[in-house]
């Protein structure tokens, strides 16, 4: 394959991997706001089941979340749900909108996506009466993010002949990586940075 041809097939792969737009724009990582939920639907059901006391009753409560899923919009994210609680022979079903924190760490190469908050309140019957007892944020069920790999693992190392028989070693990686909501997906881009080491004479037989 000629130099030219290797040159043009670079530019294709680089321009089908990301948008070839300004700087940090060379590649991109598209993670769909789709492929969050689909890892919910994997998980299954998630649920808990605690202990609770007011004045002089003592009991437990549990939670069910009903169709979870992560919205993405323009420099936002939302985590939404339903919650059954139940609370003794009583129960009740609530919507739930928290807050989501993604971002990207290049010392790990991995994008992270937190729940940071998501209360609903618990409240039970007292005599008839409803009563408030606190707010439970289903942050603290969801310690562990989710993860996904960044672009910085895609690095190759190329190598050209060219007419005079010399060699040229080209290695391109990314660098400069940086993070964007937008509607419906999360883009991770970085700038291709492509380092030309020294050219060795290729051996004529």
Known sequence: MSFIRKTALIFIIL??????????QDLTVILKESVLNKMFTAIGDIKGTSAYSFMFIEG???????NPQIKLHANKADFVSDVKVTVGKYNYLI???GNVEICYEP??????????????????????????????D???YFETPFTFEGPLTIGTEMVFTMPDNTTKTIYAHPLNCGVKIAEKQVTVSAEMEFINRNATLKQVK
């Not at 321009?15 to 940090?24: D, F």
């Not at 992270?112 to 007292?126: G, R």
Request: aromatic letters at 12%; zero cysteines.
């Open 138 to 140: 289903l942050a603290s």
């Open 60 to 66: 437990t409560y549990t939670w069910d979340l009903l």
């Open 15 to 24: 321009l089908h991997s990301g948008s070839i737009v300004g700087q940090n």
């Open 95 to 97: 919507h739930v909108v």
């Open 107 to 136: 010392k790990t190469n991995l994008i992270y996506v937190e729940i940071t908050e998501a209360k609903f309140p618990l409240n039970i019957l007292f005599f008839g009466k409803l009563k408030h007892l606190l707010d439970v």
